[in-house]
């Protein structure tokens, strides 16, 4: 499989389009080594990864990120971190890993060397394709996990999350996060518009706030998007199309990434202060 990676290049996309579609492949390779492996059946995939893997979400992502299954056994972080390692080198692939399994996140860091050299998409062999993985080996509970088969270039179970534990990530992601992920709004209008009616798993989303903040706000049904719609109006909008831009299949796109769209979509407010 490794030569299959240069099948992956289209001569009439950009440069940018390009780097997401291999990351993307191998995105997909780690994804594989996980089922093969069966450390999957430890791990719920989430975030804007799962969401492009599973529900087809028209913006590609850098980073894997998982929960710990509520059935987990037998879990060991570093264990994983080697298979995957060996399982890349055995493939051909230039692979170094760093990770860290001190804290509740556990981490790991995936460098691929020569990759972009070698499909023409980098004059420098020193150039190399990174993706950042991250377990949560304590998320909030409450979250429903479920299964799906992925069918592409590999196919393979994955353990995720229903939608409305995903979409409770997602909002707990928003109003906690400390800086402007453009990403983030993305996602969120892609909810909004994609699954109207959905509303977040809130026994999931209010255990992530305890977790997260001095004075959590008790979310519910009739206030969720009220209290969305208070970061909404304290975000940069230039710094969210930026973060995005280079992720999204269509640049049109971001012309939906406008204050005016999420108060409509949120419940009417006043539009004049959120024009940043």
């Known amino acids: 499989m490794r030569d299959y990676i240069k099948s ?15 990351r993307e492949y191998l995105q997909a390779y780690f994804l594989n080594i996980i089922y093969k492996n069966k450390f999957y059946q430890n791990l719920v995939f989430t975030g804007g990864t799962a969401l492009r893997f599973i529900y087809k ?5 850098e980073d894997i990120d998982f929960s710990l299954s509520a059935k987990a056994k037998n879990y060991n972080f570093t264990d994983m971190v080697k298979n995957i390692l060996r399982e890349f080198k055995l493939a051909g692939y230039d692979l170094e890993i760093k990770y860290d399994d001190n ?28 993706i950042k993985v991250e377990v949560d080996s304590n998320p909030p509970a409450g979250g429903i996990e479920t299964s799906s088969v992925y069918n592409s270039t590999f196919m393979f179970y994955m353990l995720h999350y229903e939608l409305a534990s995903l979409f409770a990530g997602k909002a707990h992601a928003l109003l906690c996060r400390e800086y402007t992920k453009g990403r983030d709004c993305y996602d969120l209008l892609w909810y909004l518009t994609k699954f109207k009616g959905l509303e977040p798993n809130f026994i999931m989303l209010n255990n992530a706030m305890v977790q997260t903040s001095r004075k959590p706000v008790k979310l519910t049904a009739g206030n969720w998007k009220s209290e969305i719609k208070k ?5 940069d909008w230039v710094k969210v199309r930026n973060d995005v831009s280079r992720f999204l299949e269509d640049s049109d796109e971001l012309s939906l990434l406008t204050p005016e769209t999420f108060v409509n979509l949120l419940g009417k407010g006043d539009i004049g202060k959120l024009a940043k």
Do not use: C, M, Y
């Open 8 to 22: 992956v290049i289209d001569a009439n996309l950009t440069q940018n389009q390009n780097l997401n579609r291999v």
């Open 57 to 61: 979400i028209r913006r590609f992502s």
């Open 103 to 130: 804290r509740a996140v556990h981490s790991a860091l995936l460098k691929f060397s020569n990759i972009l050299f070698e499909i023409g998409l980098s004059p420098l062999k020193s150039q190399k394709i990174a």
């Open 231 to 235: 970061t909404v109006e304290t975000l």
